[in-house]
């Protein structure tokens, strides 16, 4: 059985509605999400005194001088 035009209309309508009302639903969660946060302090490798020794050694060397630290 197929729809009518009148039906098929209505139920586009009420399609659109509730994409409007879900977006607004999502858009006011995450601003309540992003109001709760706190602000992050973060840290540079300088901060954290990592030095050029700690992320290469003497073995990391490959095609052409390159350096390689891994994955």
């Not at 009518?4 to 607004?24: V, Y």
């Amino acid at each position: 059985m197929g729809r009518t035009f009148g039906e098929c209309l209505r139920m586009a309508w009420e399609w659109a509605k509730d994409e409007i009302k879900f977006k607004e639903e999502r858009e006011a969660k995450i601003r309540l999400l992003l109001a709760s946060q706190k602000p992050v302090r973060r840290t540079t490798s300088n901060e954290t005194n990592i030095t050029w020794n700690d992320c290469y050694n003497v073995n990391s060397r490959g095609y052409m001088g390159a350096q390689y630290c891994g994955d």
